[in-house]
């Protein structure tokens, strides 16, 4: 019986899927900015990415409705389909069905895991423009991120995922970017992270470049940022502040997806680089291998522009929320990440 509730769930997903919209473009859409948010909005809950879990989907509500808003679960939100959170078919269906949803006011995405590239060539981007709101997550749905701020000029948010454990810092800097449009707004490194290089070196703060370098903020988590380059949903980075993050990943593999971008775009023509705590990426077993630091200094130091890592971001407890598309200014000297306009109208 099991099995046949799955098959006709399949099915009926299969038959969800969208005609393609239009071919995708390879030039940059003009910049549009979601409404901010306000105490009590509904804002819609969806895993575009891996499965989740009704443990997951209970965390996740308390958490948006500790922050003061209301909550509308995705109708697939808790298909299965393999390792992905329903088929392409049902993740669209959820992800459009909360842009059309004028009641809707942000799609928070529960967790990351896989499957966001896979729904690219899907989303209808006119409708996503035509109804901007805020979309917020990190990890994997970094491809969601840059394929929306290229196919339609939507800002949308890096930051914790819906199911993530809160911290006062990470909450904080969530609310100030989506609710309390400010001409300027300047983030700090999280004290917490401080505290935790002196047992764990590569949650420090690090300098390879000083400087101070203005752009928009573009990137993500590191695999994904690799995977899209040479499409067009790929992250465009000349003269903007290119952020990345990994997690979980031994340095040959940070070196191979850095030499990738490197090779696609030229870091040197980005205005700075700026790298997250990339956690439990050293190396790992037996043998003779670099350490993460020294990986990534193969990339950062041969640059001439500033360049960072270990700033609070990434699959971490205590991270910023970073606006992709949105004017910033990196100071290495300050430690700071400063917002130079409002993210949201």
């Not at 473009?25 to 409404?35: D, F, I």
């Not at 209808?124 to 917020?136: C, G, M, Q, S």
């Not at 929306?148 to 993530?164: E, N, W, Y």
């Amino acid at each position: 019986m099991a099995d046949r509730r799955t098959f006709h769930r399949a099915l009926a997903a299969a038959l969800l899927l969208p005609a393609l919209p239009a071919r995708a473009t390879t030039r940059m859409h003009s910049l549009v900015k979601p409404p901010r948010l306000r105490r009590g909005d509904l804002v819609g809950l969806v895993a575009p990415g891996g499965y989740t879990s009704d443990a997951a989907i209970e965390k996740a509500v308390r958490h948006i409705e500790s922050l003061g808003f209301r909550v509308k679960q995705g109708a697939w939100l808790r298909e299965v389909w393999g390792n992905y959170g329903g088929t392409v078919a049902a993740r669209i269906a959820d992800l459009h069905g909360m842009f059309r949803d004028p009641e809707v006011k942000a799609v928070w995405a529960i967790r990351g895991g896989s499957g966001c590239i896979s729904l690219l060539k899907h989303l209808d981007y006119a409708l996503i423009r035509a109804n901007p709101k805020v979309l917020l997550g990190y990890s994997d749905i970094t491809a969601l991120h840059l394929a929306i701020r290229r196919q339609a000029g939507l800002v949308t948010f890096h930051g914790p995922v819906a199911s993530s454990t809160p911290s006062s810092y990470s909450d904080g800097h969530l609310l100030s970017v989506l609710m309390e449009p400010q001409p300027h707004y300047t983030i700090a490194m999280a004290p917490e992270n401080a505290e935790r290089a002196r047992t764990e070196p590569h949650y420090a703060v690090r300098t390879v470049h000083a400087g101070v370098a203005t752009g928009p903020l573009v990137g993500g988590n590191l695999s994904l940022v690799s995977a899209l380059a040479g499409t067009p949903y790929a992250a465009d980075w000349k003269d903007a502040i290119l952020f990345i993050e990994e997690v979980n990943e031994e340095p040959y593999r940070i070196d191979r997806w850095m030499t990738q971008l490197d090779l696609a775009g030229d870091f040197d023509k980005a205005a700075a680089l700026m790298i997250g705590i990339c956690d439990n990426c050293g190396p790992q077993g037996e043998g003779s291998a670099l350490t993460l630091d020294e990986t990534l200094d193969v990339h950062l130091q041969p640059l001439r522009v500033p360049a960072v890592t270990g700033y609070s971001f990434g699959h971490i407890r205590h991270q910023f929320t970073m606006p992709l598309g949105i004017q910033a200014r990196l100071d290495t000297a300050a430690q700071t990440l400063t917002l130079l306009e409002p993210a949201v109208e």
